[in-house]
């Protein structure tokens, strides 16, 4: 029997099902904040984390001003803020010869003007510890979603999931998919993305920082660039290789690495004796994708699961944030009367659809750019479409827009029933200078 074929008249022998109002599925930022704006109002919700921890090296770190502008209407951002490593209030375009000031956030109207470094696993630890305040709040971690739990009309009724002590099953009104780009759920339910090829792929990887070194961005250079993310004692570089190119590099050596960096940041040539071993990286193969529809009855996917973003501009998170907030705004009272419809998960789609596909278009346009540089007589110069943005300020602040707001903000609905108090930021928190 396939797992698509799970039917909901046949539990399984190995356990009681468990119930919630909705199972999300998925810790990450998407799931985390979906769970604990459900659990705000009053609903039974239970988090499955395939993972028995939220400690990943090289995933999401950079926080654009919306998902601060989220984390901020849920009474979190100064107790993130109190633990983050960096703020950029830009991120330029620079060639060894010249910079072009780029995507200014600092100009949008937003009540945090900067992006921000945060580690993944601080910021999921607060939104969860968050969580744990509700009462019908329930995280399982270790718990991977293996099959649904379906009608025989198809309608979603939970998830079938193995944990360290048995498999389980979870019955529910309603499961969200926010199970990331390799989404498991998706599969399940037999809904295929429209993939757009990326001719990149990124390597990621850590150089020492030091205080006087000049402000992060994106180093275009040696036919490709680097994006250099502030993590306080140490850069983050995510360096561009073509496509499939990595097997390649792989065989030059991790000397051949170490040279093409310097080419793109000569700056920080000296220090690329710091990387000695291909296991200090992290290979992202990029691509980008959409679900055509994010939802079938009973199920709803966000987040990278009906979405995946590419890595430019360091937006997953918060256009994965903002899919949970408007998540939780139309589907919230849905639950609480017992009745979600068909009607209401396409509602969520339909708000969040073309935000994301303005996103992705941009995404492409700049990336399109940046490879621009290794062509013809403007190589070594910044290319003509950031120079342009830089000009006009108006096409300036809209792409500073698209990237840093995710087109437009996103604003929560106020809670029906009255949440926690927040715990307060810690006492000592000193706001860390802008950079950049
Ligand atoms: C190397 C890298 C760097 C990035 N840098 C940035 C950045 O700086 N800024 C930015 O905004 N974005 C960045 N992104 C993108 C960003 O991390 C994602 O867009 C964002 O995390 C999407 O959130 P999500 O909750 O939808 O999915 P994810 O963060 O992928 O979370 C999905 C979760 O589901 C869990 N899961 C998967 N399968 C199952 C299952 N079967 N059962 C139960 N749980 C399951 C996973 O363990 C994971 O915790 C980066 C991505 C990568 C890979």
């Not at 429209?194 to 001719?199: D, F, K, N």
């Amino acid at each position: 029997m396939s797992q698509m074929s799970d039917r909901a008249d046949r539990p399984p022998a190995h356990a009681a099902a468990e119930r919630a109002d909705c199972c999300v599925v998925g810790g990450g930022p998407a799931g985390a904040v979906l769970a604990l704006l459900l659990a705000r109002q009053g609903l039974a919700v239970t988090l499955l984390e395939a993972h028995g921890d939220f400690d990943r090296d090289f995933r999401g770190d950079a926080l654009q001003p919306a998902a601060l502008d989220l984390l901020g209407q849920l009474g979190l951002a100064d107790r993130l803020l109190a633990v983050a490593l960096a703020r950029m209030p830009a991120f330029p375009v620079r060639t060894p010869s010249e910079t072009v000031p780029q995507h200014d956030v600092s100009r949008l109207k937003t009540p945090y003007p900067f992006m921000t470094i945060v580690p993944q696993v601080r910021f999921l630890d607060l939104v969860v510890g968050e969580a744990r305040r509700c009462p019908a709040f329930r995280l399982v971690m270790g718990a991977r979603v293996e099959a649904l739990v379906q009608d025989d009309d198809g309608r979603v009724r939970g998830v079938r999931y193995r944990a360290r002590d048995g498999r389980h099953e979870v019955r529910t009104q309603l499961v969200v998919g926010a199970d990331g780009r390799f989404s498991r759920l998706r599969g399940l339910a037999g809904l295929e993305p429209v993939r757009t090829a990326s001719p990149v792929d990124i390597l990621w990887f850590r150089l020492p920082r030091e205080a006087t070194d000049p402000a992060g961005g994106a180093y275009l250079g040696d036919g490709g660039w680097v994006a250099l993310q502030d993590r306080g004692a140490q850069w983050q570089l995510g360096y561009s290789l073509a496509k499939g190119g990595y097997a390649r590099l792989r065989a030059e050596g991790v000397e051949a690495l170490r040279r093409s960096v310097a080419l793109r940041v000569p700056w920080l040539g000296g220090r690329t004796d710091a990387l000695r071993d291909w296991r200090q990286t992290s290979l992202l193969a990029v691509e980008a994708c959409r679900l055509r529809r994010w939802y079938r009855p009973g199920l709803l996917l966000i987040g990278d699961a009906a979405h995946t973003m590419s890595p430019v501009g360091a937006v997953g998170i918060s256009v994965a944030l903002q899919d949970a907030a408007v998540a939780a705004n139309v589907l919230g009272p849905r639950l609480r009367a017992g009745d979600v419809r068909v009607a209401d998960l396409a509602a969520v789609q339909r708000r969040r659809e073309w935000p994301v596909r303005l996103v992705q278009a941009y995404q492409g346009l700049v990336q399109g750019w940046m490879l621009s540089t290794r062509r013809g007589a403007t190589a070594g110069r910044v290319p003509l479409g950031f120079r342009i943005l830089a000009r006009l300020p108006f096409l300036g602040d809209l792409g500073a827009r698209v990237f840093g707001l995710g087109v437009w903000p996103v604003r929560l609905s106020p809670s029906p029933t009255p949440a926690p108090p927040p715990t307060p930021a810690p006492a000592a928190h000193s706001p860390l200078p802008a950079r950049g």
